[in-house]
């Protein structure tokens, strides 16, 4: 007996201490389950992906803007109309007026507040900017931009981070009342919850309800698989105790609000609600209404299977469900329950909010190889701000995919591909752009790589170059129309035609340009000297390389891609000035520092006489010429504008120009094969569509101080007043004043005699 005793103490004893030790173990796991969970949630607890934006619309009084346009731009950052201003991102209508709250933004220089604003127009300019808070006149205000994309982050992972106290009550108390709603008194878990979960299950024979608190939720996404396992559970009890014990109730609701998994993006995870809101309804998540709480609420237990893009029935009966239970919680009246559940998901299409825009996105990530010496790609949280123009990439997009399968239908071709840049001709900045004739397609990039032949959009180099000589040239200066042959190095003739297979003797410069006819464009380029042609594509910022030193370059024998043609475009719808193309404005670090920041320079190129009288007779083409058609439908905008087929019609090309934008089009297949389309039936309709989602501004020609107006008769003599026999206008530059009318007769000197004469004027003032 005394045996058996004295066994069964020490078996006591060994178990006293073997559970001593697994106590001191489990202890010992605490502090390393505390450590990791510390080094996790102390300091930065996401890696946050690069986040790209469009531009920022810089509004002063005076600005050429139409009430029109500001709502498209209100719409298009998903402001919502209002009869009643009264809360950020609402704008009401009222007459020539607009009433807004802009929300606060981090700017790339500084952080700026809500503003309760009233924008004034009249006559298509904006003509007020007022403070309503305090009645006082803005000079300058800014409107944020859209968020265009995330680029894909290292975790797989996108997400917007807010702090706890600028999430909207509502919205918590929705997620307590459907996920948690002992959140502030349990610790860490819900005893009764997991043994009412274990009932359930055991009577049902299969889990069908879970007993996680949010805190446990929160613990397997930060810390966790999704493996099911009685260890797992074990393991996300105790951190949910640990996490509950060390941090406050806000922080780990914080980090909840901004981790959960509420849908995919491609092969990305949409993380937390403030991406979500921005993802399913375009607006920042304190401007959503309860129903929209609800629904993000509800996918929470599942958001592939309440997906409202995928599976928008199962969307709309699960957060029904969701208000169902406030109503039984007496969060709202029965009423309001009622007419909540009518209500429709209302959900943006999938792609309508954050639209990558692929092609646009890989010319912001060459520009910054090229002008960023620092990698970004693994730095968290940067800020890339664009020149993106979410609605001229819209009415490009919106173009493309009308017009190509027609084109497509018409001529019988599956594999027609197309180019187009918007771009500000001014400043150079790419305001749109696409590479493929499916847009979201992120592949290869036409616009950037593409290297085809330009056609007759050569031809207004040739002529700026001859009109940079106004000694010898003007739009009046008769060229010959005559047969020619060539004699090349290789002992070959190259014999050119004209398009119609016609010869007119002669023809006037500006008349050769306006109808794009061959051969007096390369007597034209006989006559300058192809040395100087050449060298005035290389000043204009052609590579060498990619010009060949033969006659032929002047109708189009020289290979560029749509965007290096763009630029020589930019600088003769500039006046002569050469804007650098941009895509980016600046990039800003998560704390602030900017890490790069475009300073726009011009410099002055070709003479902005010169480069006036070639956009003038562009605008000759549009109102009589080879762009007639689009003219027609665009009278009262005066664009300017140029065709340009290859040989065979193989490339198809056409560069617009109005007031602010120049845009430039190529359609071609990738083969090199026909296109079948003639000079104003492929990229100029285009064009024309274009124009009709993104309305044109005014081309108003300001003629330099050497520009004079004269009237021409047939034979293009010049006079100073308008008469039955000289009715047409023609803008001549008039070097140190050679040609000009006084009284309304035309004074005329020759070089010679205007240098004879200042040479005798400098010989009598020598003596006197």
Same mark, same amino acid.
């Given at each position: 007996?005394?045996?058996?005793?004295?066994?069964?103490?020490?078996?006591?004893?060994?178990?006293?201490?073997?559970?001593?030790?697994?106590?001191?173990?489990?202890?010992?796991?605490?502090?390393?389950?505390?450590?990791?969970? +510390?080094?996790?949630?102390?300091?930065?607890?996401?890696?946050?992906?690069?986040?790209?934006?469009?531009?920022?619309?810089?509004?002063?009084?005076?600005?050429?803007?139409?009430?029109?346009?500001?709502?498209?731009?209100?719409?298009?950052?998903?402001?919502?109309?209002?009869?009643? $201003?009264?809360?950020?991102?609402?704008?009401?209508?009222?007459?020539?007026?607009?009433?807004?709250?802009?929300?606060?933004?981090?700017?790339?220089?500084?952080?700026?507040?809500?503003?309760?604003?009233?924008?004034?127009?009249?006559?298509?300019?904006?003509?007020? @900017?007022?403070?309503?808070?305090?009645?006082?006149?803005?000079?300058?205000?800014?409107?944020?931009?859209?968020?265009?994309?995330?680029?894909?982050?290292?975790?797989?992972?996108?997400?917007?981070?807010?702090?706890?106290?600028?999430?909207?009550?509502?919205?918590?108390?929705?997620?307590?009342?459907?996920?948690?709603?002992?959140?502030? *008194?349990?610790?860490?878990?819900?005893?009764?919850?997991?043994?009412?979960?274990?009932?359930?299950?055991?009577?049902?024979?299969?889990?069908?309800?879970?007993?996680?608190?949010?805190?446990?939720?929160?613990?397997?996404?930060?810390?966790?698989?999704?493996?099911?396992?009685?260890?797992?559970?074990?393991?996300?009890?105790?951190?949910?105790?640990?996490?509950?014990?060390?941090?406050?109730?806000?922080?780990?609701?914080?980090?909840?609000?901004?981790?959960?998994?509420?849908?995919?993006?491609?092969?990305?995870?949409?993380?937390?609600?403030?991406?979500?809101?921005?993802?399913?309804?375009?607006?920042?998540?304190?401007?959503?209404?309860?129903?929209?709480?609800?629904?993000? $609420?509800?996918?929470?237990?599942?958001?592939?299977?309440?997906?409202?893009?995928?599976?928008?029935?199962?969307?709309?009966?699960?957060?029904?469900?969701?208000?169902?239970?406030?109503?039984?919680?007496?969060?709202?009246?029965?009423?309001?329950?009622?007419?909540?559940?009518?209500?429709?998901?209302?959900?943006?299409?999938?792609?309508?909010?954050?639209?990558?825009?692929?092609?646009?996105?890989?010319?912001?990530?060459? *520009?910054?190889?090229?002008?960023?010496?620092?990698?970004?790609?693994?730095?968290?949280? &940067?800020? @890339?701000?664009?020149?993106?123009?979410?609605?001229?990439?819209?009415?490009?997009?919106?173009?493309?995919?009308?017009?190509?399968?027609?084109?497509?239908?018409?001529?019988?071709?599956?594999?027609?591909?197309?180019?187009?840049?918007?771009?500000?001709?001014?400043?150079?900045? @790419?305001?749109?752009?696409? +590479?493929?004739?499916?847009?979201?397609?992120?592949?290869?990039?036409?616009?950037?790589?593409?290297?085809?032949?330009?056609?007759?959009?050569?031809?207004?180099?040739?002529?700026?170059?001859?009109?940079?000589?106004?000694?010898?040239?003007?739009?009046?200066?008769?060229?010959?129309?005559?047969?020619?042959? &060539?004699?090349?190095?290789?002992?070959?003739?190259?014999?050119?035609?004209?398009?119609?297979?016609?010869?007119?003797?002669?023809?006037?410069?500006?008349?050769?340009?306006?109808?794009?006819?061959?051969?007096?464009?390369?007597?034209?380029?006989?006559?300058?000297?192809?040395?100087?042609?050449?060298?005035?594509?290389?000043?204009?910022?052609?590579?060498?390389?990619?010009?060949?030193?033969?006659?032929?370059?002047?109708?189009?024998?020289?290979?560029?891609?749509?965007?290096?043609?763009?630029?020589?475009?930019? &600088?003769?719808?500039? +006046?002569?000035?050469?804007?650098?193309?941009?895509?980016?404005?600046?990039?800003?670090?998560?704390?602030?520092?900017?890490?790069?920041?475009?300073?726009?320079?011009?410099?002055?190129?070709?003479?902005?006489?010169?480069?006036?009288?070639?956009?003038?007779?562009?605008?000759?083409?549009?109102?009589?010429?080879?762009?007639?058609?689009?003219?027609?439908?665009?009278?009262?905008?005066?664009?300017? +504008?140029?065709?340009?087929?290859?040989?065979?019609?193989?490339?198809?090309?056409?560069?617009?120009?109005?007031?602010?934008?120049?845009?430039?089009?190529?359609?071609?297949?990738?083969?090199?094969?026909?296109?079948?389309?003639?000079?104003?039936?492929?990229?100029?309709?285009?064009?024309?569509?274009?124009?009709?989602?993104?309305?044109?501004?005014?081309?108003?020609?300001?003629?330099?101080?050497? @520009?004079?107006?004269?009237?021409?008769?047939?034979?293009?003599?010049?006079?100073?007043?308008?008469?039955?026999?000289?009715?047409?206008?023609?803008?001549?530059?008039?070097?140190?004043?050679?040609?000009?009318?006084?009284?309304?007769?035309?004074?005329?000197?020759?070089?010679?005699?205007?240098?004879?004469?200042?040479?005798?004027?400098?010989?009598?003032?020598?003596?006197?």
């Amino acid at each position: 007996m005394f045996f058996y005793v004295y066994k069964c103490k020490k078996k006591r004893k060994i178990l006293i201490k073997i559970l001593f030790l697994i106590f001191i173990l489990i202890i010992l796991y605490g502090f390393y389950l505390y450590e990791k969970i +510390g080094q996790s949630i102390q300091g930065k607890v996401w890696s946050f992906p690069t986040s790209i934006y469009g531009r920022i619309v810089n509004l002063e009084p005076g600005n050429p803007y139409s009430q029109k346009e500001i709502l498209s731009l209100l719409k298009g950052t998903m402001y919502r109309q209002v009869h009643t $201003v009264m809360l950020p991102g609402e704008y009401s209508i009222k007459d020539n007026t607009i009433d807004f709250i802009r929300r606060s933004f981090d700017f790339p220089d500084i952080k700026e507040g809500e503003f309760h604003t009233r924008l004034s127009f009249k006559e298509g300019i904006l003509k007020e @900017i007022k403070n309503i808070e305090n009645n006082r006149n803005f000079s300058f205000f800014r409107l944020e931009p859209k968020l265009i994309t995330m680029l894909k982050s290292s975790q797989g992972k996108k997400r917007i981070f807010i702090p706890r106290n600028k999430y909207p009550e509502i919205l918590v108390k929705t997620l307590l009342a459907i996920e948690d709603r002992y959140f502030y *008194e349990h610790d860490g878990i819900n005893i009764s919850s997991i043994g009412r979960a274990f009932l359930v299950n055991a009577i049902a024979g299969r889990a069908i309800q879970g007993g996680s608190t949010l805190t446990q939720q929160l613990v397997k996404n930060l810390f966790l698989t999704n493996t099911r396992s009685i260890l797992r559970k074990i393991n996300e009890m105790y951190m949910a105790l640990i996490l509950d014990c060390f941090y406050t109730k806000d922080r780990i609701l914080e980090l909840y609000l901004n981790e959960v998994y509420l849908g995919q993006d491609g092969d990305e995870q949409i993380r937390g609600f403030p991406l979500a809101s921005i993802y399913y309804f375009g607006r920042p998540i304190d401007e959503l209404s309860l129903e929209q709480y609800a629904l993000l $609420v509800g996918m929470v237990k599942g958001a592939s299977l309440y997906s409202p893009w995928a599976h928008p029935i199962s969307a709309l009966k699960r957060r029904n469900l969701v208000l169902f239970s406030l109503y039984n919680q007496k969060y709202i009246t029965k009423d309001i329950y009622r007419k909540l559940c009518k209500r429709g998901l209302n959900v943006q299409s999938k792609g309508n909010i954050i639209a990558p825009h692929p092609s646009f996105i890989q010319l912001v990530q060459s *520009e910054l190889q090229k002008k960023i010496t620092t990698s970004i790609e693994n730095i968290s949280g &940067i800020k @890339i701000f664009t020149t993106l123009d979410s609605i001229s990439q819209n009415a490009v997009e919106q173009a493309v995919k009308i017009e190509i399968p027609i084109l497509k239908q018409k001529k019988g071709l599956k594999d027609l591909e197309v180019a187009m840049i918007v771009m500000d001709k001014f400043t150079g900045e @790419i305001q749109a752009l696409i +590479g493929s004739a499916k847009p979201e397609f992120n592949g290869y990039n036409r616009a950037l790589k593409s290297r085809r032949s330009i056609g007759s959009l050569s031809k207004p180099i040739t002529y700026l170059t001859a009109l940079s000589e106004p000694n010898k040239y003007h739009l009046n200066t008769w060229i010959s129309d005559h047969p020619i042959a &060539i004699k090349l190095d290789n002992g070959q003739y190259w014999m050119p035609k004209n398009n119609n297979y016609r010869f007119s003797g002669k023809v006037m410069l500006l008349d050769a340009l306006i109808h794009s006819i061959n051969i007096p464009t390369v007597n034209l380029s006989i006559d300058i000297g192809l040395k100087k042609l050449v060298d005035s594509w290389l000043h204009l910022g052609v590579s060498k390389n990619h010009i060949t030193p033969f006659p032929s370059i002047s109708l189009g024998a020289i290979n560029l891609t749509p965007i290096e043609t763009a630029q020589v475009f930019q &600088i003769i719808a500039s +006046g002569g000035y050469k804007s650098l193309l941009s895509s980016v404005r600046s990039v800003i670090s998560d704390d602030g520092k900017v890490l790069y920041q475009s300073i726009p320079q011009k410099k002055h190129i070709v003479s902005s006489e010169a480069s006036y009288l070639t956009l003038y007779a562009m605008q000759q083409v549009v109102e009589h010429g080879t762009a007639k058609l689009l003219g027609k439908h665009f009278k009262e905008f005066s664009l300017a +504008g140029k065709t340009g087929t290859t040989n065979n019609l193989v490339d198809n090309w056409f560069v617009g120009i109005d007031g602010k934008t120049i845009v430039i089009i190529w359609i071609g297949r990738d083969n090199n094969k026909t296109t079948k389309l003639y000079s104003s039936s492929g990229a100029m309709q285009i064009y024309r569509k274009y124009l009709e989602y993104q309305r044109p501004v005014p081309l108003v020609l300001q003629p330099p101080k050497g @520009i004079n107006m004269f009237y021409i008769n047939k034979l293009g003599k010049l006079f100073c007043n308008k008469n039955n026999d000289h009715d047409r206008s023609l803008p001549i530059w008039s070097l140190n004043n050679q040609t000009i009318c006084h009284d309304g007769k035309l004074l005329e000197q020759s070089l010679e005699t205007r240098n004879k004469k200042d040479f005798l004027f400098w010989l009598k003032h020598l003596f006197l």
